[in-house]
């Protein structure tokens, strides 16, 4: 996670002003508790993921934007919102330094069916199947969700040290007049057995920031 750390501090280099100009940015995106019911931690990914059941670090960033503000277009059909709120996340600016990092590590003839460019970031559906920079694959998608795997790269099909869920949601709500999006992560150890959470308490607070980030920067790629 120690690009989580390094990105957070870019955005705090200029002081305190620029701390909290980042605060005041993200403070329409607000996490909500996750219910143990919930769906992610039923789905066939996570119970062959996490075999051993290990203790997971799990939240959900909720964003909601008024209708009125959202591209018409992506309202049109079906999914093509929660595919543009996909896009955005890989493709804006919140996602340009780890993005960067991983394709000066990973990028290459190996991994050039993956999406790396922005252009291909923010074109594509994100279908089962879609690899992005080596780090995540798209495993389930329905009309509202994208969900990928992550922790490692996706060559690496088998149980993992280091693993996850990462869904990305939009919900069009016009009883009251909003679209909400979503960003829910669950992360944990997948291989052998571990009694404690996969990161320690200042790393889940950087992890959440940084979740802030990606949501709002997800949220340009859906204006009008």
Same mark, same amino acid.
């Given at each position: ?14 002081g305190t002003a620029t701390l909290g100009a980042f605060f005041w940015a993200t403070r329409k995106d607000v996490f909500v508790p996750?219910s143990p019911t919930d769906p992610i931690f039923q789905s066939s990914h996570y119970q062959k993921q996490n075999p051993e059941n290990?203790? /997971?670090?799990?939240?959900? =960033? ?14 049109? !059909? ?7 709120? =996909? +896009? ?11 993005? +960067? ?15 790396? /460019? ?5 074109? /594509? ?5 879609? %690899? ?5 694959? $798209? ?10 795997? =992550? ?6 099909q088998g149980v993992r040290p280091s693993d996850g869920l990462f869904e990305m949601s939009a919900v069009v709500k016009p009883e ?9 992560? =669950?992360?944990?150890?997948? %291989?052998?057995? +571990? ?5 320690? +308490? ?9 979740? !802030?980030?990606? /949501? ?5 790629? $859906?204006?009008?």
């Open positions: 996670m120690g690009f989580i750390t390094k990105a957070f501090k870019l955005t705090t280099y200029g996750m290990n203790p /997971s670090v799990h939240d959900l =960033c909720i964003r909601r934007v008024p209708l009125s503000d959202i591209n018409p277009a992506l309202l049109e !059909k079906k999914g093509k919102l929660a595919e543009a709120f =996909c +896009a955005g996340v890989w493709s804006g600016w919140g996602y340009a330094f780890q993005r +960067a990092y991983l394709a000066r590590k990973y990028q290459g003839p190996e991994t050039a069916s993956q999406l790396w /460019s922005r252009d291909e970031l923010r074109s /594509s559906p994100y279908d089962v199947g879609t %690899l992005i920079t080596d780090h995540f694959e $798209v495993v389930e998608k329905t009309s509202d969700r994208i969900v990928v795997r =992550c922790g490692d790269s996706p060559r690496n009251e007049g909003v679209a909400e999006f979503g960003l829910k992560s =669950c992360l944990f150890q997948g %291989l052998g057995k +571990a009694e404690a959470a996969p990161m320690p +308490a200042h790393i889940i607070w950087l992890h959440k920031q940084y979740a !802030k980030l990606w /949501s709002e920067t997800a949220i340009q790629n $859906v204006l009008r």
